[in-house]
């Protein structure tokens, strides 16, 4: 299934894990594995706290991760696609961090996450229409 994301912020987390949910129900799959992945180079999805506020995931503490990286790398823009914008090396690292894909165990129709756990979209070039892929394979 492949669903439309539209981002709002240049950096933004949208959690996603009820779009999920939602999807493994009306499989009816019992068991095996969702892949989740996002098809940018400048947006990630990964399994984060979700059970206190306090800690949900932020992009704002990736900064510090991709300081170094942005000193180092001077991305010019450059691509074959003419419609494309220049993008920050800082995005792209940032993506690289977090990573553009995830597994989770199917167990009795049910995603094997943590207690305190969700799947979180996370957008680092936007505000942009974005996909976000999601497969479930019986097993």
């Given amino acids: ?24 129900e009306r499989s009816g799959v019992r068991a095996g594995i969702i892949k989740v992945s996002v098809p940018h180079t400048t947006v990630g999805i990964a399994i984060k706290e979700n059970a206190d506020p306090e800690v949900k995931p932020k992009v704002s503490g990736m900064h510090d991760v991709t300081e170094k990286v942005n000193q180092d790398l001077h991305h010019t823009g450059v691509t074959k696609d003419t419609t494309a914008t220049f993008v920050p090396d800082s995005a792209r690292a ?11 165990i199917i167990n009795n129709g049910v995603m094997k996450l943590g207690s305190r756990q969700g799947i979180y979209f996370y957008e680092f070039d936007g505000p942009r229409t974005r996909k976000l892929e999601v497969k479930i394979i019986q097993g």
């Avoid at 299934?1 to 009820?18: G, S």
């Avoid at 940032?94 to 989770?104: E, L, P, R, T, Y």
């Fill in 1 to 24: 299934m492949e669903y439309i994301i539209e981002t709002t912020a240049n950096n933004e987390v949208i959690e996603v894990t009820e779009i999920i949910e939602e999807d493994l």
């Fill in 94 to 104: 940032k993506a690289a961090v977090i990573g553009g894909s995830v597994n989770i």
